[in-house]
């Protein structure tokens, strides 16, 4: 950009040739001119329009110069239009509800919010739920202390129908709307049932005892596959979105992934992968939904680490050391985002940026590990429950893009209750 070249078309060459060679006559004939002759010349050249004086003519203009350092004031009209503003993170819960008895257990899952909008939390011996359209609130089921304490809830695709684990092994079926029990799943597992994941009709769980259990619930004899691979107790199950992989975690340090159509019921059925790159227990697992053959899994106080695996071939694409206990995972449903919940030493929730795994924010309140995590059916609100006997929401993952050009009246969650109960 130093130099410009002029536009060829716009140059007189016949007449610059005889401006050229007239002057140069004219410097060699000066000094016998007479003065008749010159202004007859001059007369003669505005005749016939020959008063010009530029040789060469410039059709366009040349070129800005390109600014090669920009200046902090200026602005690219292209980065203006494609930048995103940045989304505003509360740091704080909107909102926080007493939780007594809540049981302080890594191993169990207490808490899982619905399809209807219901969130149900199990606290010592009863489950309870709340609907966060209206903010009522109501006691589902209390078990004797023989069977008790819960150890797991899991609301099923419906989100009208919940399962209930239980310590002494069993686990129940209810119906959320009429309150009553459907029926009890039994011989199942040998100890208590800490995990359960659903698969349209099909409820898996796992035990303390490392076993893992397909129950058809439309049927009598529910048992129709088992899994085994695990050594300990079984503390996390996921499904895929598709239905057709599962996901578990153990307190052997050990993932696994199951493939639906090799399940068996009078076999034991092998694993697609064994993932053995942990170090401690593996509660924490969350399907990414954008990507269909994305793990995340979360370690415990002895890892500390948030890996990320290839579920179709088993190889570990990245691992992140968090610096504390990962307790649970939840992808955002409309951002590339990953949430996180953590124990000792503070005891936070961690915003990540996918798939750089650059943090975004880290929410504080609790006092105790965060144990349990659960997203609201448009993504929105996170609820985390805690050792510390408290339950907190969390405006985290912001409103869909959709949402936010056709704005309703929303009402919050639990906007009339001061304690669970």
Not at 14 to 35: F, G, I, Q, W
Not at 202 to 221: A, E, F, H, K, P
Not at 276 to 286: G, I
Not at 409 to 415: A, I, N, Q
Request: proline share 4%; hydrophobic share 35%; aromatic share 8%.
């Amino acid at each position: 950009m130093d130099r410009f070249i002029p536009n060829r078309s716009a140059t007189d060459f016949d007449y610059a040739h005889c401006m050229l060679t007239e002057r140069r006559k004219v410097k060699e004939n000066e000094t016998v001119c007479s003065p008749a002759r010159e202004a007859y010349r001059k007369l003669l050249a505005e005749a016939l329009n020959m008063n010009r004086t530029r040789i060469l003519a410039f059709k366009n203009k040349p070129p800005e110069p390109v600014e090669l350092f920009p200046s902090e004031n200026s602005t690219s009209v292209h980065l203006t239009k494609s930048a995103k503003p940045r989304r505003h993170i509360p740091q704080s819960s909107e909102r926080t509800l007493d939780a007594p008895d809540l049981v302080d257990d890594f191993y169990l899952n207490l808490l899982d919010w619905g399809s209807s909008n219901v969130l149900a939390i199990a606290l010592g011996n009863t489950v309870y739920l709340w609907d966060a359209s209206d903010s009522s609130t109501s006691e589902l089921v209390t078990v004797d202390d023989e069977n008790g304490p819960i150890t797991s809830v899991s609301w099923a695709p419906d989100g009208r129908h919940i399962a209930v684990g239980l310590n002494n092994s069993e686990v129940q079926l209810w119906d959320s709307t009429s309150n009553k029990q459907l029926r009890t799943l039994r011989g199942c597992h040998r100890s208590r049932v800490g995990s359960m994941a659903w698969n349209n009709h099909i409820l898996t769980t796992g035990g303390m005892d490392g076993q893992i259990v397909n129950n058809d619930v439309r049927i009598r004899s529910h048992i129709v596959e088992n899994y085994r691979g695990h050594q300990q107790e079984v503390c996390g199950l996921k499904w895929s979105a598709y239905g057709q992989q599962l996901a578990s975690g153990g307190n052997d340090n050990l993932v696994h992934i199951w493939d639906r159509s090799m399940a068996s019921l009078n076999s034991p059925t092998r694993w697609l992968h064994r993932l053995e790159d942990h170090t401690s227990a593996v509660k924490a697992l969350a399907w990414c939904p954008f990507q269909s053959n994305l793990l995340a899994t979360g370690g415990g106080g002895g890892d500390r680490t948030i890996k990320f695996w290839n579920t179709h071939t088993g190889a570990c694409l990245n691992s992140v050391d968090t610096g504390s206990q990962v307790c649970a995972l939840l992808w955002s449903k409309n951002e590339r985002e990953l949430l996180s919940s953590h124990g000792f030493t503070q005891n936070q929730l961690t915003l990540w940026k996918y798939p750089s795994m650059v943090k975004m924010a880290e929410l504080n309140g609790h006092t105790s590990r965060v144990l349990y995590m659960a997203q609201s059916p448009d993504g929105c609100t996170v609820a985390s429950a805690a050792g510390d006997e408290t339950l907190r929401f969390w405006n985290v993952f912001g409103v869909p893009e959709v949402a936010k050009t056709a704005p309703k009246v929303h009402h919050e969650p639990f906007s009339q209750v001061n304690r669970i109960r």
